[in-house]
C-alpha cells in the first residue's frame, strides 16, 4: 500500500507547457505515472510529451477523470490555477510552486478545506511511492530516481524537497526501502503538515516506521509531538532536524521561506525537545538516522 498516490493515480499538470513543467512531466512518463492531460489556458490542443493539452482543468475531468493535479506555474497566477483544480472536484493537490503570497495560500487551503481536498505544498518537489508513482520533479530523472528510491517499509515526510531523496538515497544504500516519501513544502504555510501525514501513515499497512526531515521554523514539529503524545502513536517516528545552526546565528538567511523563528518560537532546539518529550528518536547526524530506523525495523 502507500498513502496519498498508488498505481491508480491519474495525474494532470497545470502550467504543462512551462519549462519546468515539461521537464517533470517526462519524469512522471518515465515513472510510469499515468500522467493523462495537461492544462495551459489558450493553448489547448497542443502536446507535452504526447500529453493532450487543454485549456482548462474541468475538459481533463470530463474526459480522462483526473484525481490528482501538480500545479506549476507563476506565482501570481497560483491561486487561480489551484482553486480551479478544487472546484473540478481534484482531490489531491501538489503545488510545485513557491513564494505564493501567504494570503493566496490561505485562500486555497480554506477552499480545498471546504471540498474535502487534500493539498501539499507549495514549494513541494512532489510526492512519490516507489514502484507505484510519482508526482512532480522528485528524485529527478528515471536513472536518479531508480537509484535513489526502492520499495520498503519507511515513510518519509521532508520540509526540504532535496533532503526527501538524500535520505531516501541513504536509506536505499543501507537496502531500507520506502512506502511514500512527501515534499511538504518549504514555504511559511503549507497544505497537509507532519502532524496531518501522521495518522495516514499509521493507517498504511506498508509503512512500519516514519522519518521526518525538519528544519527550524514554524511550529509543524511541535504539532506532529503533541499529536503523538495525545494520540499514543503506535509507530516508531525518527527525526532529523537540519540547520541547527539558526538558533545560534540570529538574522541569518536560509534557504526556505518557512525558516523563520520568532521570539524563540521555532527554534531546532525547541524541537529537539518536543519530541524528545513524545518518544521521538532524534538523530544527531545522518548515519545515526539509518542507525535508529534499522533499530526500529527490527
Given at each position: 500500500?502507500?498513502?496519498?498516490?498508488?498505481?491508480?493515480?491519474?495525474?494532470?499538470?497545470?502550467?504543462?507547457?512551462?519549462?519546468?513543467?515539461?521537464?517533470?512531466?517526462?519524469?512522471?512518463?518515465?515513472?510510469?505515472?499515468?500522467?493523462?492531460?495537461?492544462?495551459?489556458?489558450?493553448?489547448?490542443?497542443?502536446?507535452?510529451?504526447?500529453?493532450?493539452?487543454?485549456?482548462?482543468?474541468?475538459?481533463?475531468?470530463?474526459?480522462?477523470?483526473?484525481?490528482?493535479?501538480?500545479?506549476?506555474?507563476?506565482?501570481?497566477?497560483?491561486?487561480?490555477?489551484?482553486?480551479?483544480?478544487?472546484?473540478?472536484?481534484?482531490?489531491?493537490?501538489?503545488?510545485?510552486?513557491?513564494?505564493?503570497?501567504?494570503?493566496?495560500?490561505?485562500?486555497?487551503?480554506?477552499?480545498?478545506?471546504?471540498?474535502n481536498t487534500k493539498v501539499?505544498?507549495?514549494?513541494?518537489?512532489?510526492?512519490?511511492?516507489?514502484?507505484?508513482?510519482?508526482?512532480?520533479?522528485?528524485?529527478?530523472?528515471?536513472?536518479?530516481?531508480?537509484?535513489?528510491?526502492?520499495?520498503?517499509?519507511?515513510?518519509?515526510?521532508?520540509?526540504?524537497?532535496?533532503?526527501?531523496?538524500?535520505?531516501?538515497?541513504?536509506?536505499?544504500?543501507?537496502?531500507?526501502?520506502?512506502?511514500?516519501?512527501?515534499?511538504?513544502?518549504?514555504?511559511?504555510?503549507?497544505?497537509?503538515?507532519?502532524?496531518?501525514?501522521?495518522?495516514?501513515?499509521?493507517?498504511?499497512?506498508?509503512?512500519?516506521?516514519?522519518?521526518?526531515?525538519?528544519?527550524?521554523?514554524?511550529?509543524?514539529?511541535?504539532?506532529?509531538?503533541?499529536?503523538?503524545?495525545?494520540?499514543?502513536?503506535?509507530?516508531?517516528?525518527?527525526?532529523?532536524?537540519?540547520?541547527?545552526?539558526?538558533?545560534e546565528m540570529p538574522g541569518?538567511?536560509?534557504?526556505?521561506?518557512?525558516?523563520?523563528?520568532?521570539?524563540?518560537?521555532?527554534?531546532?532546539?525547541?524541537?529537539?525537545?518536543?519530541?524528545?518529550?513524545?518518544?521521538?528518536?532524534?538523530?544527531?547526524?545522518l548515519t545515526q538516522l539509518?542507525?535508529?530506523?534499522?533499530?526500529?525495523?527490527?
Amino acid at each position: 500500500m502507500s498513502i496519498l498516490i498508488d498505481e491508480k493515480t491519474k495525474v494532470l499538470v497545470q502550467g504543462i507547457t512551462g519549462r519546468e513543467a515539461s521537464l517533470f512531466t517526462k519524469y512522471m512518463i518515465d515513472y510510469d505515472t499515468n500522467v493523462i492531460g495537461g492544462v495551459t489556458p489558450g493553448k489547448g490542443g497542443q502536446t507535452v510529451h504526447r500529453v493532450p493539452v487543454f485549456d482548462c482543468v474541468s475538459d481533463v475531468v470530463k474526459n480522462f477523470g483526473a484525481n490528482t493535479s501538480i500545479v506549476s506555474v507563476p506565482p501570481r497566477f497560483a491561486k487561480d490555477a489551484a482553486l480551479e483544480a478544487v472546484d473540478a472536484n481534484i482531490k489531491l493537490i501538489v503545488i510545485f510552486t513557491e513564494r505564493i503570497p501567504k494570503k493566496d495560500v490561505v485562500l486555497i487551503l480554506d477552499f480545498a478545506e471546504q471540498k474535502n481536498t487534500k493539498v501539499i505544498g507549495p514549494n513541494s518537489l512532489g510526492i512519490i511511492s516507489p514502484g507505484k508513482c510519482k508526482v512532480g520533479a522528485i528524485g529527478g530523472p528515471q536513472n536518479e530516481t531508480k537509484k535513489s528510491y526502492m520499495i520498503g517499509p519507511v515513510g518519509i515526510a521532508s520540509t526540504s524537497g532535496g533532503m526527501t531523496t538524500e535520505i531516501a538515497s541513504l536509506l536505499t544504500n543501507n537496502q531500507i526501502g520506502q512506502s511514500t516519501c512527501i515534499s511538504v513544502g518549504g514555504d511559511p504555510i503549507v497544505g497537509m503538515t507532519f502532524r496531518e501525514l501522521l495518522p495516514l501513515f499509521e493507517k498504511d499497512i506498508q509503512t512500519k516506521t516514519i522519518v521526518l526531515f525538519c528544519e527550524p521554523g514554524g511550529t509543524q514539529e511541535e504539532d506532529a509531538a503533541r499529536y503523538i503524545i495525545e494520540h499514543s502513536y503506535s509507530k516508531p517516528v525518527i527525526a532529523f532536524i537540519g540547520g541547527r545552526f539558526v538558533d545560534e546565528m540570529p538574522g541569518m538567511r536560509f534557504g526556505h521561506a518557512g525558516v523563520i523563528v520568532q521570539k524563540g518560537k521555532g527554534t531546532a532546539k525547541g524541537k529537539v525537545e518536543a519530541f524528545k518529550k513524545a518518544g521521538v528518536l532524534v538523530a544527531d547526524t545522518l548515519t545515526q538516522l539509518v542507525d535508529y530506523v534499522k533499530d526500529s525495523l527490527r
